[in-house]
Structures are given as structure tokens and as C-alpha cells.
């Protein structure tokens, strides 16, 4: 097979089996970039380190990823599979994803080993330049495939991620929670826009039906601020609780809310508030146990 | 009302009064819906009245204050009413117009509705 | 034969006018056919009644065409009565003996009016639509005519035939529009322009005046069936369930769901009443959006009194019923967007609208 055929088939089936195009060469390629392993790794985290990627990550977990990175690409080149350094990416991405990689650093960092490895390569075919012109040949579409499937790996697990955390936020921001028989507790966590809001008022409403509810624990702990608008959701939910034979207990209400709410004319006089969550869950039981006390008292009459 | 199928029921049950809506009413039905009702009470001597709006699909200013000139009538009469069964988004939609159910009780359903009366029965009778 | 140019025609419809101009045509294939029959105006009449009839169902520039196959028919029909009537001779009573005298009366009523319309129409009006509908001139020559271009033309036909409707209907009644707005709102509805009929209220003016709200009858079918409208009259207390059935059915439509769908008719539910109760006569359009977003729209409209103050209307717990007035700051709460538009004498136009995306909403 001569260089021209190899450059053939590498225009024609850019992402066939690596092993067609780098027969004899890649074996020597491999040798050479397993021989060279250390000084190379070392190069290539020095670039990284330059280029201010991943700062993310510590030294040592720099270190230990560069270093499977390193031979996962030696591997690739070796058996021309992917399939291997597909997992290891996924692998990776799940890791350095909560941290705050970004895609373009991923992929910056494939490139720049794929930069630091042909430079290598230059050094030591400079001297035989058709040698120099096939080993490349060979090299270059195996790491643009490298390059290629690493960033996909990123870019799917992501987007993965992202998927599974919007739905994590959907749920969170509507949780109902049936603490026991005919109690609903409601911990409104984060910022809530009038959007939010609409959300939890049908979820709750619709809660208390299932659940049969009694007593409602609204929670707003949690709650940073709320504008005027959202404190006047918040009055309204509880008033069509009240419509459907729920009592409403809000506890965790800070000063600021309590301030917005009495701003819009809510008189807070006619709203059960508790100070804590633990309270709310005290006075609701009591609620609940209400009438069985007094349902022994009447039995005993 | 006496034509076609009933829009509403009441039934006696004991003294206390059930009534039924089974349908979206228009103004003239809610108010000989509230004479039926008012001219049973005395009739029955109720004491209890539960009124099952589930049906509703629409509870406006109108119905809003006839339910509650029922319950006030009822209670010079000596009788308690109970609104039972108002749908989530009727309930929501009810607040956003303004209007509440002022001090008349409600209760989830039917069998809320019972036990909110006989519980109130039995204090009434524990005091007597 | 003139019916080759239509295949060339700007997309126009028909309409009284154009049935109106084919009268010198049918009489000519008439009196070719059976020449000074008793029978031959009425066979003519008889024609148009079809053609005015079947008008909408046919092609844009097929009206001709049509025509000419429906007097044929007619004619047939006609041979084969004579034939039934000679050989049911012997039989003393014949059940298809139509109510020939008023028939002839109303027909002859019709073409005078069509006369009479005609005549109303400006001297260019008439010259043009007489040369495109009787001699058959497309609409390119006819521009070329007169430095325009051939969908200039046409819209002007349009304008014409939209006209000729409308002065063909008053004719009929052998009356006057009682005001000024009559004709332009007469006008939009013959020609089914909607954006028009916004700009003069149209709906608002069939409330108020009777003439025009019979005479829009025949008119407001015009333009392309819109399903995405619904107009409920409101006079008793039965409509305002009916209205807010009819806004909850499009909402569904719409893609609404849920709280949406119950905060939308019971907004409806007040501005229904609010005619009932203070106007007495009024109607509730709900229109389904797709612009800017998706939506519902519900206009109220009544010739009631009006509201003297409709800031004080607004405002919670102001109210000239019951000592609660609830129903419109409580109906603006439910919606998205509310407007409102009193003037004391002449009644009240209630806009309000709900989107079906939540995103934006204050």
C-alpha cells in the first residue's frame, strides 16, 4: 500500500477502521508514543495548564485523568475502536460536569494532546520526510476521530445531565408532601416567579383532593423574597384551600414577606402563621387530634 | 325543573337536608334552587344542610352569593349548611374573582360534609 | 361563447351582482331554445334562482359556465313536465304544481331590485362590470384599457360586486339606511373584509340597528367559513351559561387546560350577566388567537346604558347590583388583558383576552 492509496481511503471512508489506513504504520506510531509516554503526558498537562483548562480539577485529579486520557488515546490508535474511549469520556463528562466544564475545554484539551503527539512525531520523522508524510496520514484522521467522539461524549452527557436536572428541578419545584393520613406539607423552596407559583397552587390544589387533606402546611423557609404578585398567590392559594375544607398553616414567613404581605392589604390576623416548621407540624396535629379529643369528651358525656 | 332530568336532588336524611347540584345552573335555576331548598328546610325542620356543588363546573359571583344568602338564611332558621365538593380550579378561580364562602363552612365532599355535622352535633349535644 | 377567459381570472368571488349580469346571456340561450314561450322569462328567473343559490359552491369564474348547464336543466325539466303533464292528463290534481303567481311576483321583485342596484352603482362601476361580466372582457384588458393592472381591477370588481350586494338588499326593502354607518358597515360585510369590519364596528352596529341586522343576514356567510369564531347572543339568563360553555369549548381548542379553563368562563360568566343584568340585549364573541400568540379572546358588547364610571367600576367593591360588584375588577383578575369601552346612552365593550403560553404574565 502506498502513501497515495492511504491518502485515498482516507478521503473516501473518513471514519472507516482506523486499522485499514495505518497497517504497517500505526504499530510504529503506537511503539513510539507508548515509549515516550511520561515526557508526553508531562508536555501535555503543562499545555493545559497554560491554557487554563480544566481548573476545575486538582492537580492530582489532573494528574490521574491526563494520564487515562493519554493511554485510552494510545489505545484508540492501537485498535482503532472507540468504543472504549466512548465510555471513558461519558465516564469523565459525568465526573467534570457537576464541576462546571465547559464544553470548549474538553475539547480543547483532545486537541491539544493531538498537537502535542504530532509535534512529537515531527521531532523524530523530520529527517525522512515521506515517512514523516504517511505516519501523519495515518495519524490525523485517527485523532480527529478521537477528537470527534470525546466532544460527542461531552456534548451527549450533558445534555443528559441538563435533561435529568430540569426534570429534578419540575419535581422539586412541586412537592407536595403527604406527611401522614390528611396532612400536606408544601416547602416552597427558591425563587418563585408568578409562573412557580400558578404550578404549586394547582399541584397543591389537586394534592389536597387525593390526599384528602385536613390541614395544609405551607413552608416558606426556604423562600428568599417574594414580590408582590407571588405574596398575593400565596393569600389566594390558601384561600381556595379553605373552599376545598383545608385549614392552612404557613410557617418559616420572614419579616421581609410578612412586610409584602401586609403592603397588599392581607391582614394577617386571619392567617394561621407559626414561626417554624416543627411548629406548623405541631399546631396541624393538633388540628387533626382536635376533633378525636373532643370526640372523647363527647363520647364520655 | 320539573321537566327533563332533575338539575337538582334533595334528600332528608335524618334533619339533615342533602342537596345534590348535578348540573351547570343559570341564574333563574340557582334562585328556585335556593326557594326548593329554603321552603324544604323549614318543611323538614332541618338542622344540618349539605349542599354538593362537585358538579359545578363554574361557581361566579352569582352562585357564589346565593350559596351564601342559603347558608345565612339557613342559619336564622336554626340549621347549618356545609358546601361541599368545590373543585380545585373552581376554588382557585373563585378566589382570583373575589369571592369567598364568608364564615359558611366547607368541607372536601359528602362525607367530610357528614362528619363536619355530626361532630358539630355532638359538641352541641355534650354542652345540652 | 365567452367562458374560456376564466380560467385566467384573479381569484374572485361571486355574488348577486355577477348572477344579476348573466340575465342577458340566459336570454339569449332561452330564446334559442324555445323562442317566445310563454314560459321563457320564467325559465330565466328560475336559472338565476339556482345559480344565487348553488353561488357559493362555485368556482371563482365558473359562475358562466355553471349558468349556462343550469339553464339547460332548467329547460329539460321543463320539457320533461310538459311530458309528465300530457300523460298525466286524465288525473285531476297534480301535487307538483308549484305556487306559480307569488313565485313570478317575487322573481320580478328580485329583478327590479337587481335593477334598481344597478342603476345605483357610478357609471364607471357599472361599465366595468357589465363589460368583464356580460361581454366576457378579462380583467387584463380591461386594465389595459385604463393604465391599471388586472388585480386591480378585479379588486375593484370585488369592491363593485360588494357594492351591488349591498344596494340590491336595501332596493329589495325599498328603504333607506337609517344612519350614516349603515352602508360602510353593510359594505364590510358584503365584502368580507374582517379588518373593515373591526374598523367601522360592525358587530356593535347589527346591535344597535335593526335594518341592518336583517339585511346582514344573507351577508355575514360571506368570506372563508371561519370555525375559530363564536358569537352568542345574550338576552336571558340561559346565554350566560351558554356563553361560557362556548368560550370553554374554543379554549379547549386552544390547548387550555385546567385552572385556565375555569378562570376563562367564569370571567365570562360575569361580562354575560353584566348585559343581562344592565343591557338587557348585548353578544359575547369569543375568537380563537394565533397571533401574536395563542389565545382567547372575549368581547363583550351591549346597547345598554353604559357605565357612567367605569374607573369606579373597576375598583373592588363598586357596584349598581346587589351591593357587590364584583364581576369586573374580578373578571379582569382572570384574565390577561382587560378592556373596557362605555359610553353612557349607547352601551359597553368589554375586550379581554387570555394566552395560552403563561410566560410574560405580570
Request: hydrophobic residues 40%; contains cysteine; glycine residues 6%.
Amino acid at each position: 500500500m502506498n502513501a497515495e492509496n492511504t491518502q485515498d481511503q482516507r478521503q473516501d471512508q473518513g471514519q472507516a477502521e482506523l486499522s485499514l489506513s495505518g497497517n504497517q504504520l500505526l504499530p510504529q506510531l503506537v511503539a513510539h508514543l507508548r515509549e515516550h509516554r511520561a515526557k508526553l503526558r508531562n508536555e501535555w498537562a503543562s499545555r493545559i495548564r497554560d491554557a487554563h483548562l480544566l481548573e476545575a480539577m486538582t492537580p492530582q485529579e489532573m494528574a490521574a485523568e491526563t494520564t487515562s486520557v493519554y493511554d485510552n488515546y494510545v489505545e484508540v490508535l492501537e485498535t482503532g475502536s472507540v468504543e472504549a474511549l466512548q465510555h471513558y469520556a461519558r465516564d469523565l463528562s459525568e465526573r467534570i460536569i457537576p464541576r462546571g466544564v465547559e464544553t470548549h475545554e474538553v475539547v480543547g484539551i483532545v486537541l491539544l494532546l493531538r498537537d502535542v503527539l504530532a509535534r512529537s512525531l515531527f521531532e523524530k520523522y523530520q529527517r525522512d520526510f515521506a515517512l514523516l508524510n504517511q505516519i501523519l496520514d495515518a495519524y490525523e484522521p485517527a485523532a480527529n476521530r478521537i477528537a470527534n467522539t470525546v466532544a460527542v461524549s461531552f456534548v451527549d452527557e450533558r445534555e443528559r445531565v441538563i435533561r435529568q436536572q430540569q426534570d429534578a428541578i419540575k419535581e422539586l419545584s412541586t412537592p407536595v408532601l403527604p406527611v401522614r393520613e390528611r396532612l400536606l406539607i408544601l416547602p416552597i423552596i427558591g425563587v418563585l416567579d408568578s409562573e412557580r407559583a400558578r404550578q404549586l397552587t394547582e399541584q397543591l390544589l389537586s394534592g389536597i383532593r387525593t390526599h384528602r387533606a385536613k390541614v395544609v402546611v405551607i413552608d416558606i423557609t426556604g423562600a428568599p423574597d417574594v414580590d408582590e404578585t407571588v405574596a398575593n398567590h400565596l393569600v389566594q392559594t390558601v384561600d381556595a384551600s379553605r373552599l376545598m375544607g383545608a385549614s392552612v398553616i404557613i410557617t418559616g414567613l420572614s419579616p421581609t414577606i410578612a412586610q409584602t404581605l401586609v403592603t397588599i392589604g392581607v391582614d394577617l390576623s386571619k392567617m394561621n402563621t407559626i414561626g417554624d416548621l416543627q411548629g406548623g407540624l405541631e399546631e396541624a396535629e393538633r388540628l387533626l387530634g382536635y376533633t378525636v379529643t373532643r370526640k372523647v369528651v363527647t363520647d364520655g358525656s | 325543573m320539573n321537566s327533563g332530568p332533575a338539575l337538582v336532588s334533595i334528600l332528608r336524611q335524618g334533619d339533615t337536608l342533602v342537596a345534590s347540584v348535578h348540573t351547570a345552573l343559570d341564574d333563574s335555576e340557582m334562585v328556585r334552587f335556593q326557594h326548593d331548598l329554603v321552603r324544604q328546610i323549614g318543611e323538614h325542620r332541618a338542622r344540618g344542610i349539605i349542599i354538593d356543588v362537585a358538579a359545578l363546573d363554574v361557581i361566579d359571583s352569582f352562585a357564589s352569593r346565593t350559596l351564601r344568602s342559603i347558608a345565612d338564611i339557613a342559619r336564622l332558621r336554626g340549621a347549618v349548611t356545609v358546601i361541599v365538593g368545590i373543585q380545585p380550579d373552581v376554588a382557585f378561580a373563585m378566589v382570583c374573582l373575589g369571592m369567598d364562602m364568608g364564615e359558611v363552612p366547607t368541607a372536601l365532599d359528602l362525607e367530610e360534609g357528614l362528619a363536619y355535622l355530626s361532630r358539630l352535633r355532638g359538641l352541641g349535644s355534650s354542652h345540652g | 361563447m365567452s367562458t374560456a377567459r376564466a380560467t385566467n381570472e384573479p381569484q374572485e368571488s361571486g355574488g348577486a351582482a355577477d348572477v344579476a349580469a348573466l340575465i342577458p346571456m340566459l336570454r339569449r340561450i332561452v330564446a334559442a331554445r324555445i323562442g317566445q314561450h310563454p314560459a321563457a322569462e320564467d325559465l330565466v328567473q328560475e336559472t338565476l334562482l339556482r345559480v344565487l343559490a348553488a353561488e357559493d359552491r362555485i368556482e371563482p369564474g365558473m359562475l358562466e359556465p355553471y349558468a349556462i348547464a343550469t339553464v339547460r336543466n332548467v329547460m329539460a325539466t321543463m320539457w320533461r313536465q310538459d311530458d309528465r303533464d300530457a300523460r298525466n292528463q286524465h288525473r285531476i290534481h297534480d301535487p307538483s304544481e308549484p305556487d306559480e303567481a307569488e313565485e313570478v311576483v317575487v322573481a320580478s321583485e328580485e329583478q327590479s331590485a337587481i335593477t334598481e342596484a344597478l342603476r345605483r352603482l357610478t357609471d364607471r362601476e357599472r361599465e366595468v362590470l357589465l363589460a368583464h361580466e356580460v361581454s366576457g372582457r378579462a380583467t387584463q384588458s380591461l386594465a389595459e384599457e385604463t393604465g391599471s393592472t388586472a388585480n386591480a381591477v378585479a379588486a375593484q370588481l370585488k369592491r363593485t360586486r360588494a357594492r351591488l350586494r349591498v344596494e340590491y338588499l336595501l332596493a329589495l326593502e325599498r328603504t333607506e339606511p337609517p344612519t350614516d354607518r349603515c352602508r360602510a358597515v353593510l359594505m364590510a360585510l358584503s365584502s368580507a373584509d374582517r379588518r373593515r369590519q373591526r374598523e367601522v364596528d360592525a358587530a356593535r352596529h347589527l346591535l344597535e340597528c335593526d335594518l341592518c341586522a336583517r339585511l346582514s343576514q344573507p351577508l355575514l356567510g360571506r368570506g372563508p367559513v371561519r370555525d375559530n369564531e363564536i358569537h352568542v347572543p345574550i338576552s336571558a339568563d340561559p346565554d350566560i351559561v351558554a356563553a361560557r360553555s362556548a368560550a370553554r369549548e374554543m379554549a379547549v381548542r386552544a390547548g387550555f387546560a385546567g385552572a385556565d379553563l375555569t378562570m376563562l368562563a367564569t370571567a365570562v360568566s360575569e361580562v354575560a350577566r353584566n348585559i343581562v343584568r344592565f343591557a338587557s340585549t348585548g353578544e359575547v364573541t369569543v375568537e380563537l388567537l394565533e397571533q401574536p400568540r395563542p389565545g382567547i379572546r372575549v368581547v363583550a358588547r351591549d346597547t345598554g346604558p353604559g357605565i357612567a364610571d367605569v374607573d369606579r367600576a373597576l375598583e373592588d367593591g363598586y357596584s349598581t347590583y346587589q351591593g357587590l360588584g364584583l364581576g369586573l375588577p374580578g373578571a379582569r383578575r382572570l384574565m390577561d388583558e382587560f378592556n373596557i369601552v362605555s359610553e353612557t346612552g349607547h352601551g359597553t365593550t368589554v375586550s379581554m383576552t387570555k394566552w395560552f403560553d403563561t410566560k410574560g404574565r405580570g
